[in-house]
Structure formats: structure tokens, C-alpha cells
């Protein structure tokens, strides 16, 4: 009788969600799901290490997500909408927080975490993981869109890096006309189609002085400022400008092109930084970073981007992921992610922390660029709005589509989900 007690109450604190081992005294795995790491030293193994040996009986393993944001969204909704997601700690990119929260997939964290607990992080990553007044993540690692130039062809030609769209173009123009080198491209940014591009247009879009959603929520508020960006960005790859394969880059393959010398200047999130600058790099220390061009000067924001860690709701052990959670977020380990895996802390202070300056003197201005930088609308509805326009914008890249059409049918088609949404 007392055995079978025993049972129903195990069985009762594990549905409760507040049993923090199974049942007997064997060691709790804990699994952590995470993108690769691309810098020079994956510091995860011994992080992991590092928890576990400070919380006996518990084991860490990480598990790969796949490679672009929109797989690793895939994966998760497939996997968080059964009972049992088979993982405990997920890095979650910023953009999905509302999302989550909303399908009940997340630990909501509001009464664990005190506010204090947030104050060091920059303000906009603590604004990305609340959804509804509720904290449901950690910021974990930060990103904006910046522009990376070779500064010593922009000094051979005696070029400041451009501030407008305009002068980017024409910095282009004068380089490859006196490089006389075929292989020398332009500007590389994303332009495939998936989230990467849906940010690079985003980013145009503020350059032009507009953006996707109005504040009462009405899509393309300003069609004819939209129409333009669009132009500009088809423009780029009409012209040569950008070479057309930049309508199947990401962010990998548009960094290999520019890490290899092979274009003056790339749009792409801090991380960049560490593999250019790495030893055995064709282009170490010739490489600057600059905000992104305006339409006009000072008009140019970069989108900003990174990852939180949330708990899933389905976890059997809140206590000890909300632990490990701590852990990675935390001071050390941000600090050892920034030099080990070129992932940027969301604690503010470490932009300024001596060691880290010394390794990557960008720092500081790196700071002030994720201070700049804006945000992608703020919606649970964030992934539909994304991979509803991702299919014209590509279309217009591809110049199957003119941009007012592009437009016209993004606004028809979101108008409509979007409202049977509401
Ligand atoms: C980076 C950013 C993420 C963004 C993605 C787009 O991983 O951190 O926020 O959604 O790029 O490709």
C-alpha cells in the first residue's frame, strides 16, 4: 500500500512538474538544445562540464539545432507541440519569445527571476524575452546588423565608409574600377529566402525612413517608401552591385566570400568580426565595421537579432534547468562565449571589461551599435508575417516581380491572415 503511495506521488510531483528527479536516486540528465558554434574554441563542453560538477548527480548533454533560424523554428514547433519535447533548456532566437509564450511552450519565469537579475543586460533583450508583462527567457547573446569594409581599399582610394546608400555604390564603382579584378564583388548581404532576408529588408526599410508594421498595426504603412526600398535592394543586384548569388547567401556564405577578400563590403552580425580577424584570415586587419547606410545620412539602424534561453514547460526538472539557464547567461559564461564562440554578451558591462577589450578592440563600438539597434515587430504572429512575405520579397530580388506588386500582394495576403488572426 505504502509503496503504491509512493508511486502516485512521484507520478503526481512529476505531472506537477516539480520533481526534480525521477523516481530511485539515478543521475538527472538535463538536455540543452543550442545552434552551432562558429568561433574558434567551442567553450560549451567544459561549461557544461563546469555545471555538472557542481551539481552532482546531473548530467548536461547539448544537442544541435539546425543550421538557419527558420529550420530551428520548425524543429521546435514540431517537437514542443507534443507532451514530452524531449529537451529541458532551448536557445531561443529573439524573435519568437511572444510566440512561444503564447503556444504555453515556455516556463514562465516571472516569479523566479527578480528584476535585478535583468538589469545588466541591454534594456532591448530583457523587452525581447517579456511577452505580456511576463519574463519567459534569459538574454543569452546579442546581435545587430552591422557593415563590415575593407578599410585598406577604402584608404587606397582614399573612401570614408558610406554613410548613404549612395555613397556605398559609388565607393563600389570607384574600387572595382581601379582593382580591375573580376573576382572583387561589391556589396554581399542575404538575399535567400528566409529570415536572414526578411532582416536585410527590414533594415532597408528603415534606411528609407519606413516600416512593415504601422502602429496600429496596418502593414506597409508607407507602400510607396516600401516600393522603394524594395527597388533599391533589386537595384543593387541589377546593377552588379551585389552579384546576383547573393540571392542564395546567408550569413555563411555571404562571410566566407568577404573572409576570403572577395567583396569590399558585407552586411552581417558581429560574430563576423572574430573569424575575419582570426589567425590564418586572408583579410585579418583589414577589415572596419560601421553602422549600416541610410537612404540619407544617419537614417541606417541595424536590425537587432541573438538568443534567449527559455525552459520548456514540459521540463521535469524546473529547478536545476532554471539553474543551468542561470549559469550560461551568466557573467562567466558570456564572458567565455564571447572569446570561445564569437557570441556577443547581452551584459553591458562586458563591453567595457579590459581583457575582453584587449582581445577585440571593436567592443565598445560594438556597444554602442546594439544600442542603436531596432527591433523586428514585436507579435506572436512575427513567423507568419515573416514567411508570408518571404516569397514575394524573394521574388522581387530574383526580378520576377516588380516591387509595387511584391507589395500590393504582401499587404492583400497579410491583411487577411492577420485580421483572421485577431
Ligand atoms: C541570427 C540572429 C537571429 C536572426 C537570424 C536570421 O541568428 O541572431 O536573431 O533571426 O540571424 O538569419
Known amino acids: 500500500m505504502r509503496g ?9 510531483l512529476a505531472l506537477a512538474g516539480c520533481a526534480e528527479r ?10 540543452f538544445k543550442h545552434a552551432r558554434i562558429l568561433g574558434p574554441a567551442d567553450p560549451f563542453p567544459g561549461l557544461l562540464a563546469e555545471f555538472a560538477a557542481a551539481h552532482p548527480g546531473v548530467r548536461v548533454t547539448s544537442e544541435s539545432l539546425p543550421w538557419s533560424s527558420d529550420e530551428q523554428h520548425q524543429f521546435y514547433v514540431i517537437n514542443l507541440e507534443g507532451r514530452s519535447p524531449g529537451f529541458d533548456v532551448m536557445m531561443l532566437d529573439v524573435i519568437w519569445v511572444p510566440e512561444f509564450a ?6 514562465d519565469l516571472t516569479d523566479r527571476v527578480r528584476p535585478e ?12 524575452a517579456t511577452w505580456a508583462g511576463r519574463v519567459w527567457a534569459l538574454p543569452w547573446n546579442m546581435n545587430v546588423g552591422l557593415l563590415y569594409y575593407r578599410a585598406d581599399l577604402l ?3 582614399g573612401l570614408r565608409p558610406p554613410e548613404t546608400w549612395e555613397e556605398l555604390e559609388a565607393a563600389v564603382r570607384t574600387i572595382r574600377a581601379g582593382e580591375r579584378d573580376p573576382r572583387l564583388e561589391g556589396y554581399l548581404w542575404q538575399g535567400k529566402q528566409y529570415e536572414g532576408m526578411v532582416v536585410n529588408v527590414l533594415e532597408a526599410l528603415w534606411a528609407n525612413g519606413t516600416r512593415l508594421l504601422g502602429a496600429d498595426g496596418a502593414v506597409f504603412p508607407e507602400p510607396a517608401r516600401a516600393v522603394e526600398a524594395l527597388a533599391h535592394l ?3 543586384l541589377a546593377t552588379g552591385v551585389s552579384p546576383r548569388w547573393v540571392t542564395a547567401a546567408d550569413e555563411e556564405l555571404s562571410r566566407r566570400a568577404f573572409g576570403d577578400g572577395r567583396a569590399v563590403f558585407l552586411r552581417n552580425w558581429p560574430y563576423v568580426l572574430d573569424l575575419v580577424e582570426a589567425p590564418g584570415s586572408a583579410v585579418r586587419g583589414r577589415v572596419g565595421l560601421a553602422p549600416l547606410p541610410g537612404r540619407v545620412r544617419g537614417a541606417g539602424a541595424g536590425s537587432t537579432g541573438g538568443s534567449h534561453l527559455g525552459i520548456s514547460r514540459g521540463t521535469r526538472h524546473p529547478d536545476l534547468a532554471l539553474a543551468l539557464v542561470r549559469f550560461l547567461t551568466g557573467e562567466r559564461a558570456q564572458r567565455a562565449m564571447a572569446t570561445g564562440a564569437a557570441l556577443y554578451p547581452t551584459r553591458t558591462a562586458l563591453y567595457r571589461d579590459p581583457a575582453l577589450v584587449a582581445r577585440n578592440r571593436w567592443l565598445p563600438r560594438i556597444h554602442d551599435l546594439m544600442l542603436a539597434g531596432r527591433p523586428r515587430p ?17 521574388a522581387v530580388l530574383v526580378g520576377l516581380k516588380p516591387p509595387a506588386r511584391a507589395i500590393a500582394d504582401a499587404r492583400r495576403r497579410l491583411d ?6 485577431r
Not at 378 to 394: F, G, I
Not at 416 to 421: C, E, G, I, T, V
Request: glycine content about 6%.
Open 155 to 157: 584608404a587606397k582610394y
Open 416 to 421: 487577411y491572415f492577420l485580421a483572421s488572426r
Open 117 to 128: 537579475e535583468l538589469a545588466p543586460h541591454f534594456a532591448s533583450t530583457v523587452a525581447a
Open 234 to 236: 533589386r537595384g543593387l
Open 22 to 31: 525521477p523516481p530511485g536516486d539515478g543521475p538527472v540528465t538535463l538536455v
Open 4 to 12: 503504491r503511495r509512493a508511486v502516485l506521488l512521484a507520478a503526481l
Open 102 to 107: 503564447r503556444a504555453g511552450w515556455l516556463l
Open 378 to 394: 514585436v507579435t506572436p504572429s512575427y513567423l507568419l508575417l515573416s514567411t508570408t512575405l518571404q516569397p514575394e520579397l524573394s
